[in-house]
């Protein structure tokens, strides 16, 4: 499974950007369940949770720090998870990785993922 993220820039504070990530892959077929988790790394920091969802997106979850603020979505016909992110702050500035793991749940902990996207690069201006 190859994971693709699209959608980092720059905004200012208070803005809004929408992080995709497709998948793809020879093994990834339409019965090929996959739940779907957001990271973010600074500089010198590890890796931190964001978002995620299960394979249905009828269950998310959310780092506190983002609750309210960023939405996790999923359109399963075209194989990418979104991540809409609104009323940004500079302590959002990050690269932002989304990664899969096979099977019906989401995970919070980046260990338990073994697909990871090349990352995309969020920066927000104060």
């Known amino acids: 499974v190859q994971l693709q993220a699209s959608g980092g820039g720059l905004a200012q504070a208070g803005g809004s950007l929408r992080l995709s990530c497709a998948a793809s892959?020879?093994?990834?077929?339409?019965?090929?369940?996959?739940?779907m988790g957001w990271f973010r790394q600074v500089p010198g920091k590890e890796r931190e949770f964001v978002a995620a969802?299960?394979?249905?997106?009828?269950?998310?979850d959310y780092a506190d720090s983002v609750k309210g603020r960023f939405t996790i979505s999923r359109d399963n016909a075209k194989k990418t998870v979104f991540l809409q992110m609104n009323t940004l702050k500079p302590e959002d500035t990050a690269v932002y990785y989304c990664?899969?793991?096979?099977?019906?749940?989401?995970?919070?902990?980046?260990?338990?993922?073994?697909?990871w996207g090349q990352g995309t690069l969020v920066t927000v201006s104060s």
């Open positions: 969802i299960n394979w249905s997106g009828a269950s998310t």
């Open positions: 990664a899969a793991r096979g099977g019906s749940t989401y995970y919070t902990v980046a260990s338990q993922y073994n697909y």
């Open positions: 892959g020879r093994t990834l077929s339409s019965v090929v369940r996959l739940g």
